[in-house]
């Protein structure tokens, strides 16, 4: 069993600058990647910036520049600093991991969070 457990969300004003947390626990050999995906109101889940274990961040074009994304891989753990929050940037936040359970299971699964809302208010 795996648990992603994201804060961190909640009522900002525009041009803040919050950051988001994500806490992988469980039955974890290792993880591949982590990152983090958003889901605006009425709008698809869409990727907002990915780290893998032995490559950079990746960001989505919204992203870049105002968004880091960051990782403990000691302690399972992925963060977001969002910068210069917009409206637009309402959603919910989901955290996303691509763990491998034990060592002698050989392939990685994608497990997600159970989001945790940013409401960005003008």
């Known amino acids: 069993q795996v648990q992603l457990v994201e804060s961190g969300g909640g009522l900002v004003q525009s041009g803040g600058s919050p950051r988001l947390s994500c806490q992988a626990s469980?039955?974890?050999?290792?993880?591949?990647?982590m990152a983090w995906y958003r889901q605006p109101p009425g709008k698809e889940r869409e990727l907002v910036a990915n780290?893998?274990?032995?490559?950079?961040?990746k960001y989505a074009d919204f992203a870049k520049g105002r968004f880091t994304i960051s990782r403990d891989v000691a302690k399972n753990a992925v963060y977001l600093q969002m910068n210069r929050l917009k409206p637009d940037d309402t959603a919910v936040y989901y955290c996303?991991?691509?763990?491998?359970?034990?060592?002698?299971?050989?392939?990685?699964?994608?497990?997600w969070g159970q989001g945790t809302q940013v409401t960005v208010s003008s």
């Open positions: 996303n991991a691509e763990i491998r359970p034990t060592s002698t299971v050989y392939s990685f699964s994608h497990h």
């Open positions: 780290i893998i274990s032995l490559g950079g961040p």
């Open positions: 469980g039955t974890i050999f290792s993880i591949n990647s």
